[in-house]
């Protein structure tokens, strides 16, 4: 089973930046979509951003699109998130996730096609 490593959160200053990476255990992370999602104090787990395996095809929530950017490196099995102009409410425990094998044109991302969730990384932003 696909093990994941989130690292690189931290508190950083509104408008700031900081670069998530989640490693892989297992050189099957080529073969799966990935996404982050994070989950703010009291609100329920929402999704970020997600990439197809190898295409690169990216899926962003409305509120990080312009902000973010989600990018792997498969040979190192590692996922990657830029976050750039950080605001207040992108304060949140961030974690990624093992999508599914094969992505369809018009795939949507949603929690339920994720799975071997790392154990999150804390990111906040002071305002």
């Known amino acids: 089973q696909l093990q994941l490593v989130e690292s690189g959160g931290g508190l950083v200053q509104a408008g700031g930046s900081l670069r998530l990476s989640c490693a892989g255990s297992?050189?099957?992370?080529?073969?799966?979509?990935m996404g982050w999602f994070r989950q703010a104090p009291g609100k329920e787990r929402e999704f970020v951003a997600a990439i197809s395996q190898s295409v690169g095809m990216t899926y962003y929530a409305d509120s990080v699109k312009g902000r973010f950017t989600i990018s792997r490196d498969n040979a190192r099995n590692t996922l990657y998130l830029q976050m750039n102009s950080l605001k207040a409410e992108d304060t949140a425990v961030y974690y990624c996730?093992?999508?599914?094998?094969?992505?369809?044109?018009?795939?949507?991302?949603?929690?339920?096609?994720?799975?071997?969730w790392g154990q999150g990384t804390q990111v906040t932003v002071s305002s």
């Open positions: 996730a093992r999508g599914p094998v094969a992505v369809l044109a018009g795939w949507a991302p949603t929690e339920p096609d994720f799975g071997s």
């Open positions: 297992r050189r099957t992370f080529s073969i799966y979509a």
